[in-house]
């Protein structure tokens, strides 16, 4: 079946504008996450949605980057103002539902990866 | 805050020779311990999942096992397609916390 989907696969912005990054998850995936990777790094956690409750926003590394899955399935992370700091590539992951005393796994997409110049 | 601390860093390896890649994790109330494959220029491919001390689990060459402190990768007579960086999470709650991932490069 098809899995996490995320578009753009490349941006590269201007220091100073607005992107929007999106990313579609595996059908019927209650949980979203967002995380950002630099180079030779692992992935660092932004964010986290169950349906269209955003229950985890502590990993967002300023009040630029926000957020959003307004219907519960697709999901948009943007920054306002890119910095050059931004530059990075930014995973989405999708995991089925919830439980409360174990995780499920996260299927990642592809990633987008974000160059700010 | 949680902490896990993947090594080595490189691993290079002559295709048939087995080893071992080391997850160290500081996870209060762990509810996961996932082991993920990433190639260059992809996203991080799910591999294992283990869930409590003692469990093990296998897929072809590769075996994950867990202790209260560490997990391990087994990698057994690899193969030069078994080269990628390998990224060990953990999580008690939702988000994943990663280590830096090791990669292993296996020549033919």
């Known amino acids: 079946g098809a899995g996490v989907s995320q578009s753009p696969r490349y941006k590269v912005a201007k220091r100073g504008q607005d992107v929007a990054l999106r990313c579609d998850p595996i059908?019927?995936?209650?949980?979203l996450f967002w995380y950002q990777q630099a180079l030779g790094q692992g992935p660092e956690f932004l964010t986290y949605?169950?349906?269209?409750?955003?229950?985890?926003k502590s990993g967002l590394p300023s009040d630029r980057f926000f957020a959003e899955r307004p219907e519960g399935s697709v999901s948009t992370l943007k920054i306002q103002r890119t910095q050059q700091e931004d530059s990075a590539v930014y995973l989405c992951?999708?995991?089925?539902?919830?439980?409360?005393?174990?995780?499920?796994?996260?299927?990642f997409g592809p990633g987008t990866r974000l160059t700010v110049t | 805050e949680d902490q896990v601390t993947q090594s080595p860093e490189a691993l290079r390896l002559q295709e048939g020779e087995s080893s071992s890649l080391n997850c160290s994790y500081t996870?209060?109330?762990?509810?996961?311990l996932f082991w993920y494959r990433q190639d260059p220029g992809k996203g991080p491919e799910f591999l294992f999942t283990?869930?409590?001390a003692g469990e093990e689990k296998e897929k072809e060459r590769l075996k994950a096992t867990l202790t209260k402190k560490e997990s391990f990768l087994h990698i057994t007579a690899p193969k030069p397609e078994d080269s990628a960086t390998y990224l060990c999470?953990?999580?008690?709650?939702?988000?994943?916390?990663f280590g830096e991932g090791t990669q292993l490069t296996v020549n033919p």
């Open positions: 992951a999708s995991s089925l539902s919830f439980h409360p005393t174990i995780s499920y796994e996260q299927y």
């Open positions: 283990l869930y409590s």
């Open positions: 949605f169950q349906n269209e409750a955003q229950l985890d």
């Open positions: 059908s019927g995936h209650v949980s």
């Open positions: 996870v209060s109330g762990l509810r996961g």
């Open positions: 999470g953990g999580t008690s709650g939702s988000r994943l916390t």
